[in-house]
């Protein structure tokens, strides 16, 4: 696999945005930018871009004011495309399921829940009836016990 130096990655570490929402806004749109135009020569390195994205975001901002639901409202945005970018490329199995586990643990660690939207789309990451099926089964004891 190529090896790429994802130019967002720095300005995601933990409570890197404080309060402010516009500077967070604005690093979104920014990291989406430039995952998208690494997707249209090499889509499975964009989906390991953003699956990277996706577990540095929510402790980024779990600190910014979302009262206007601004922040909400961009990383909504962000993820409808990034789970796009992640179902879309053609990746081994074995590699999909890293990056499914990889999603779920910054799904379960997401202190403010920025990232549960991320759910509603679990069907299309997995992207093969096979991965679905082994997600389904895994899911089973959480679904018995709520």
Known sequence: MISYKWQFSPRFR?????????????????????????????????AEGAILFLEKLSPAIEHVDSSSGAIGTAVNRA????????????????TR??????????????????????????GELCATPEIASRWADEFIPLVEHA
Not at 79 to 94: D, W
């Open 14 to 46: 933990r409570h890197a945005f404080a309060w402010k929402s516009q500077p967070a806004i604005l690093r979104i749109k920014e990291a989406v930018s430039e995952i998208r135009q690494v997707a249209r020569k090499e889509p499975v390195l964009a």
């Open 79 to 94: 993820i409808e495309f990034l789970v796009a970018v992640i179902a879309n490329a053609q990746a081994e199995h074995e």
């Open 97 to 122: 399921q890293r990056w499914l586990e990889r999603l779920w643990r910054a799904v379960e660690d997401d202190a403010i829940p920025y990232l549960e939207l991320l759910t509603d789309f679990w």
